[in-house]
């Protein structure tokens, strides 16, 4: 039986008149030319300014000390699509770009982010990822644990800019329903067979907020870290008091956390106990609501430093220390100067644990706006230049990154919460099909992965690829052929559409040689489709650079 997914067009049947409707009055009347701009005015009080000029220096003193000298910086189309697949998990339209082109000032940039993150994708895009780095990404005991409850509670949150501390704290203290209540499905993802885990939720809390990996720490000591068993068994302990109910996820003063010695097999009680930073532990409360509140402590620097350095990960597809789960402790200020996880932290602290200042502040620094082209070919200086963030690190594009990418490019306008059911329903059973033949990279999305000869294959040969490359009055491939521009204007917005850029002027020339061979609309159409379906298939629209 093939996946349910994979019928989506008959799923979707009952919408296809009316989506096609609304497509067809949208084409008729759109022009992917003039577009008004739209984006924010910044706000009065930038002082996001300083943190970034802050950030710089750490990164331009490393430069000098190491004798590296950093790349130039990007132009604005790069910059926009850097911009798009961190905050939006795709490409920018060309509606998009128009809009861009027609903004004016030297801040449009800045103001440009502050429209990506008003924009409710980011929201979405950014629930996801949070998603997976909370509770991965298996669909588990449907019955007690809803994932996609969980994801659009957590849009809802980000979409509202809830600070991340009493977000976390949500998280890990919430009762109720995991229906109702949908943050409490953190706590149920750690349901198995009918039994909370508490080792997996002690291990996915310290992972996902303090930026630590303590889970072998559960049977030993941790052979090159100073956790402890008995630290893991503390922590655990917070966790002593769950448990999953009829009416859902509860907290029960009576019950008591045990562990089983693994020699005696006898059962010990456990108190809770935090490894460090006692004195953040607040007397009252529950034991969650304890540990909450000692996560996001604000003396506690390693849950600041772990959201660094997750959201950088996040906007640079690589994280300032790797992996994005097992930094190291933090150093004594006093002692040396603050690192980058360090300024962010503190900014983010002194700001309301701010995310979307938080990304504001990171997609303005200068080593995101470096160009990923290095000047020598020496392999020895590329790789320092890239450990030194002196270059825009090449990353390989996410699955949902690549099909969002190759969705958008098949319209000329922006596919988001505002266009029709039909494209929205196009767009979610597509990414469902896509991922689960490309490969789903789980929760370690953020760990550097390979390509596969499959998946070269799938982006070239498969369904969705075939649809997209076929000229349609309705698909940006039959648009632009029927466009009454020149055909160096019709190559110029092939190249913007699939990879935000301009073409070469060998690109160009080539190309120009192919539709000068047309002496009808229909061998037009066909090199169009030709030329689609290269920019789609081409190394650059798979890696973010």
């Not at 780095?133 to 809803?146: H, K, M, P, S, T």
């Not at 019950?255 to 809770?272: A, G, I, N, W």
């Amino acid at each position: 039986m093939k996946p349910r997914s994979h019928n989506w067009k008959i799923a979707c049947l009952p919408f296809c008149v009316v989506g096609l409707v609304v497509s067809l009055v949208a084409w008729a009347s759109s022009s992917p030319v003039a577009i008004s701009p739209k984006a924010p005015a910044l706000p009065e009080d930038n002082s996001i300014i300083s943190t970034v000029e802050q950030v710089d220096q750490v990164f331009e003193n490393q430069w000098s000390e190491q004798g590296i000298t950093p790349t130039e910086t990007t132009d604005d189309y790069l910059l926009l699509r850097r911009l798009s697949l961190a905050l939006h998990g795709t490409i920018p339209s060309l509606e998009e770009l128009r809009e861009f082109e027609a903004m004016q000032g030297a801040d449009r940039i800045q103001r440009w982010t502050l429209k990506l993150l008003e924009d409710r994708r980011f929201a979405d895009y950014f629930s996801e990822r949070f998603t997976r780095a909370y509770v991965g990404v298996e669909q588990g005991q449907f019955i007690i644990f809803r994932r996609d409850r969980f994801k659009a509670w957590l849009s809802e949150q980000i979409q509202a800019n809830t600070p991340y501390d009493e977000l976390v704290r949500t998280l890990i203290s919430g009762e109720g329903l995991w229906t109702g209540d949908p943050e409490t499905n953190f706590i149920t993802s750690a349901v198995a067979d009918g039994n909370l885990d508490r080792n997996k939720l002690t291990g996915s809390t310290v992972r996902a907020f303090l930026g630590q990996r303590i889970d072998c720490a559960q049977c030993h000591d941790h052979p090159f870290d100073h956790w402890k068993q008995s630290d893991f068994e503390g922590l655990t302990a917070f966790y002593g008091q769950v448990e999953i109910q009829v009416l859902g996820v509860r907290q029960n003063e009576e019950l008591k956390y045990e562990v089983e010695d693994r020699e005696t097999l006898e059962k010990r009680t456990v108190s809770p106990q935090v490894p460090f930073l006692n004195e953040c532990l607040p007397e009252k409360g529950t034991l969650r609501e304890k540990l909450a509140a000692w996560v996001t402590h604000r003396q506690n620097r390693r849950f600041e430093r772990a959201a660094a350095n997750r959201f950088w990960g996040l906007i640079f597809g690589v994280p300032y220390f790797n992996p994005v789960d097992d930094l190291p402790a933090p150093t004594d200020l006093t002692e040396s100067d603050p690192d980058v996880l360090d300024i962010l932290g503190q900014d983010f602290r002194e700001n309301g644990y701010d995310i979307k200042r938080m990304v504001q502040t990171i997609v303005a620094s200068k080593p995101f706006r470096l160009s990923s082209t290095s000047q020598t070919d020496d392999s020895e200086q590329i790789e320092r230049a890239t450990d030194a963030w002196a270059l825009f690190p090449l990353v390989r594009l996410r699955p949902e990154q690549i099909i969002g990418s190759m969705l958008q490019a098949s319209s000329l306008k922006t596919i988001d919460q505002n266009s029709n059911l039909f494209m929205r329903g196009r767009r979610f059973f597509s990414e469902i099909d896509f991922v689960r033949e490309y490969g789903d990279l789980g929760s370690d999305e953020l760990n550097d992965f390979p390509g596969t000869i499959p998946q070269a294959l799938l982006r070239m040969n498969g369904e969705f690829a075939r649809d997209n490359g076929s000229a349609s009055m309705l698909n940006s491939v039959g648009r632009v052929s029927q466009l009454d521009i020149s055909d160096e204007k019709r190559v110029e917005t092939c190249f913007l559409v699939c990879l935000t850029r301009l073409p070469t002027s060998l690109e160009r020339d080539h190309f120009l040689k192919q539709y000068q061979t047309a002496s009808n609309p229909k061998q037009r159409e066909k090199i169009t489709e030709d030329l689609f379906w290269a920019l789609y298939n081409s190394p650059e629209f798979s890696w973010n650079h």
